[in-house]
C-alpha cells in the first residue's frame, strides 16, 4: 500500500514537472520567426510565410463565421508539415501554461500531402472546408485549459479511438457553422484525387468522418 501511494505521489510529480518542458514537442509547437508577417483584415489573425492572397482572404471568410474563436490570437503559418496538409494547434509555452491566455496556430504546408498540388491552387470552396474542419479543432480545444491540453495531444497521438473521435467532432463543429458544402467538397477533393502513394487517402478513410455520414448532417448555423 505504502509503495502504491509513493508510486503514485512520483507518477504525479512527472507529469507536474517534466512534461509541459516536453509537451512542445509533443504537441503544441510554438510558431518560429518567419520571413514575411502580414497583419489579415481579421484582427485577431495574423499570417506569417503566406503570399497567396487567396489562402489568406479564404481563412477570413472561415474566421469570420467562428464568433467563439475572435477573442482568441491565431496564427496562420505555412510550412513544411511531414505527417499532413494542415494542423491546427494551441500555441503552449511557459509564458501561459498556467496563466488562462490562449492562442492557437493553423499550420499548413505549401503542397496537398503526396501530391504535386500548390494549396493556393485549390478553388475556395475546398480551401474554406479544409480550415472549417481546422477551426472546429480550435474549437473543440476551447474548453480546456492549456494544462489539460497536454494529456489532450498524448491521447491524440496514441489512442485511435481518441483521434478518430475528434476528428469526426471537428467535421461536426464545421457542419454546425454552416459550412457542409464546403466540408463536402475538400472531402470529395481528397477522395476523388489521384496521389503518389495511396497513405493519405487510407488516413482519411480511418479516422475522418466519411462523405455518406456528412451528407446525412444538418446545418444548424442559425443556432450559433
Known sequence: MIITKSLHIMWLS????ILPAGFALLFA?????KPFTQITNAKNVTAENIRSEKIIRAFEKVVERYHSLHEYQIVLVQGQIKESTMQAQPIVGMDNLFNGVKKYQVKIGEFVRD???RLEDL???ILMGWFAHELGHLVDYQPHSNFEMIEFGIKYMWFDDFKRKVEHAADQIAIK???KE???AS???LMESEFKDSSYQDKIKEFYM???????LETEASGI
Open 182 to 184: 464546403e466540408i463536402l
Open 210 to 216: 466519411p462523405l455518406e455520414e456528412i451528407e446525412s
Open 177 to 179: 457553422y454552416g459550412f
Open 14 to 17: 512527472f507529469i507536474r514537472l
Open 187 to 189: 472531402k470529395r477533393f
Open 29 to 33: 509547437i510554438t510558431p518560429q520567426d
Open 123 to 125: 478553388s475556395e470552396d
Open 115 to 117: 501530391s504535386d498540388t
